[in-house]
Antibody
């Protein structure tokens, strides 16, 4: 069974940092570009970032550019999101997601909640 | 960046109704358009990709159409399990922007 499992969320103060992880099982992560998507409480889905198969190319939403860094360790089948200079409006459930060939996200993790509050 | 605008933002419908949701891109995106369904507290589920291709396992009452800038998701006969939020998403180039969502509620 293909599974993505996120971890690392929690309560963090404004200006703080947190690192999210997404561990894949049932697939070889290096075969896929990988993405992060977030959803603030009661709000819609927002695309955050993506990384290519070998980690040499990344893209970010304007709202997180310069503050968030996506990375991957294919040997550990793990995707990461380093989140710095966090703001209250970064509060959200963060999902890692895998796009299937020629399509969008067919596999999602269960999400990890990040709450930015003093 | 290309913006994705869905309409309506919410709608009320009854079981058996035909429901149509539209999604407009601010620039042409070819057919790189996906639709997702999300129920409260659940992970989004891919319904349709390349604007009109039904994801495996998705009931045939769901259909998608359009290309370029204008797209439509249609539910031919609304079922109780279809009350949920629906999102379109472009995926031709980064950023893979979502529409703001459409909430389908019980009338």
């Amino acid at each position: 069974e293909v599974q993505l499992v996120e971890s690392g969320g929690g309560l963090v103060q404004p200006g703080g940092s947190v690192r999210l992880s997404c561990v894949a099982s049932g697939i070889t992560l290096s075969d896929y570009w990988m993405h992060w998507v977030r959803q603030a409480p009661g709000k819609g889905l927002v695309w955050v970032s993506r990384i290519n198969r070998d980690g040499s190319s990344t893209d970010y939403a304007d709202s997180v550019k310069g503050r968030f860094t996506i990375s991957r360790d294919n040997a550990k089948n793990t995707l990461s999101l380093q989140m710095n200079s966090l703001r209250v409006d970064d509060t959200a459930v963060y999902y890692c997601a895998r796009p299937q060939g020629g399509a969008s996200f067919d596999i999602w993790g269960q999400g990890t909640m990040v709450t930015v509050s003093s | 960046d290309i913006q994705m605008t869905q309409s309506p933002s919410s709608l009320s419908a009854s079981v058996g109704d035909r429901v149509t949701i539209t999604c407009r891109a601010s620039q042409g995106i070819g057919n790189y358009l996906a639709w997702f369904q999300q129920k409260p507290g659940k992970v989004p589920q891919l319904l349709i990709y390349t604007a009109s291709t039904l994801q495996s396992g998705v009931p045939s009452r769901f259909s998608g159409s359009g290309s370029g800038t204008d797209f439509t998701l249609t539910i031919s006969s609304l079922q109780p399990e279809d009350f949920a939020s629906y999102y379109c998403q472009k995926y031709n180039t980064a950023p893979w922007t979502f529409g703001q969502g459409t909430r389908v509620e019980v009338k």
